[in-house]
Structure formats: structure tokens, C-alpha cells
């Protein structure tokens, strides 16, 4: 079975730049959540959806957007980019976001750089 | 709100010396508890995962990690390392919210 997949590997943007990352989650599973890992800050939650609607949200601005569709594939957006948005940012699936199913499994991460 | 400590932020070992890396949490509600590493260009992988029991649990790679709920710690251990087990490892509780909070993680050195 495939694992999570993750385009683009690597992206380069300038300041003020959008950007769009895309997750296909492990087949079978419909929760998919993002991650921002950086050096300073770790790992930080972004969000998480579920059958096409966001059931978590961590504390980030509203610059960063995400959204799934029917076939659980996942993506995020960044609007006006700015340095510090400059990070690995990982996905990971889940099969249901329930007791017996807690286990994620990450994708290898898109690295963004922001000049 | 709750939030993950590892007091450990690098830790450089000789091969077949014993690792312990600390975990601690504050949630005061039932909690999951996972260890995660992340080898040199990989991505993030399950190490060991408690849900409820047996407060032992043992994971791939001859790891192992003990709950132990009054002190709110999930510490890791394996008795003696390799130096293949030279990578990042991250501690992360799932509470409140359905997410799942990481620790700082502890970069692991093992010198062959």
C-alpha cells in the first residue's frame, strides 16, 4: 500500500507569493492533518479535515487555508508568504479520527523556501 | 491547553551505551502517547504508541517507552544503541481536540 504522498517536494517563493502544497493521503484513510516543522518552533499543527471539513485548527493566522476533497485529497494554502513561512510542511493521514485509529503516518514533507 | 517538554535536546552516545529520553506532558484528561523518529532525509515514522494498558509499551528496533500517569511522563528507552538509531526522535501526546502536540524533539548522535 502506497503511503502519503506529498507535491511538491521542494518549492522556492518570494515574499508576498501564494503557495498551494498537495497531500494524497494513504488509501483508505480520510483524515488527513498538516504540520508546519521548523527549526525554532518544532512541529506545529496547522489543521486537520475529515469528509471535506476542517475539525481542527491550530493557532495560525488565517493565511494558511486548506481544504479536502471527495477523495480525501488534501490541500493547503499559503497567501502572502512571508520569511518566516519558510519550513517543511508535513501531512499525514489517518484512517478515521477515532479511539481505535489514532495512529498518523507522515508524508516526507514539502520544504518551502520564502526569499 | 496541553503541551509536550522533552529536556533533552541533543544527546551524543557511544554504540551499545543504554538511552533514556525524556517526555513529559501536562493534559490532565486521558491521553494517546507516541514516540515518532525522524532518520537523516526521512520522513517522520511511529516508533511506539500507548492508548491504554499495560503502561509498557514496546516498539520497533528494540525501543520501549513506560507511561507512568503521576509523574505525566512517557520517557523512551532502548538498552543499547546502534549507530543506525542516530536520528531525531519526537515525543507527542493527543488530548483535548483530537490533535496531536509535539514535543521540541532530541537529536540522537551515535558515535560508532
Known amino acids: 500500500k502506497a503511503g502519503v504522498t506529498q507535491t511538491p517536494r521542494y518549492l522556492i517563493k518570494t515574499r508576498g507569493q501564494q503557495v498551494t502544497l498537495s497531500c494524497s493521503p494513504i488509501?483508505?484513510?480520510?483524515?488527513v492533518s498538516w504540520y508546519q516543522q521548523t527549526p525554532g518552533q518544532g512541529l506545529q499543527f496547522l489543521f486537520e479535515y475529515f469528509s471535506e471539513t476542517q475539525r481542527n485548527k491550530g493557532n495560525f493566522p488565517g493565511r494558511f487555508s486548506g481544504r479536502q476533497f471527495s477523495n480525501s485529497r488534501s490541500e493547503m494554502n499559503v497567501s502572502t508568504l512571508e520569511l518566516g513561512d519558510s519550513a517543511l510542511y508535513l501531512c499525514?493521514?489517518?484512517?478515521?479520527?477515532?479511539?481505535?485509529?489514532?495512529?498518523?503516518?507522515f508524508g516526507p514533507g514539502t520544504r518551502l523556501l520564502v526569499l | 491547553a496541553q503541551s509536550v517538554s522533552q529536556h533533552n535536546h541533543h544527546v551524543i552516545l557511544s554504540e551499545a551505551a543504554s538511552l533514556e529520553l525524556g517526555c513529559n506532558y501536562s493534559y490532565g484528561g486521558t491521553v494517546n502517547l507516541f514516540w515518532y523518529v525522524q532518520y537523516p532525509g526521512q520522513h517522520l515514522q511511529l516508533l511506539l504508541k500507548?492508548?491504554?494498558?499495560?503502561?509498557l509499551v514496546k516498539g520497533i528496533k528494540g525501543f520501549e517507552a513506560e507511561f507512568i500517569k503521576s509523574k505525566f511522563s512517557f520517557n523512551l528507552r532502548k538498552p543499547s544503541v546502534q549507530w543506525s538509531d542516530t536520528a531525531e526522535y519526537f515525543c507527542?501526546?493527543?488530548?483535548?481536540?483530537?490533535?496531536?502536540?509535539f514535543g521540541g524533539g532530541t537529536r540522537l548522535m551515535v558515535k560508532p
Open positions: 499525514a493521514s489517518r484512517m478515521l479520527p477515532s479511539v481505535a485509529q489514532e495512529t498518523q503516518y
Open positions: 488509501s483508505g484513510h480520510r483524515s
Open positions: 507527542a501526546v493527543k488530548g483535548a481536540g483530537n490533535m496531536l502536540t
Open positions: 500507548y492508548f491504554s494498558g499495560d503502561p
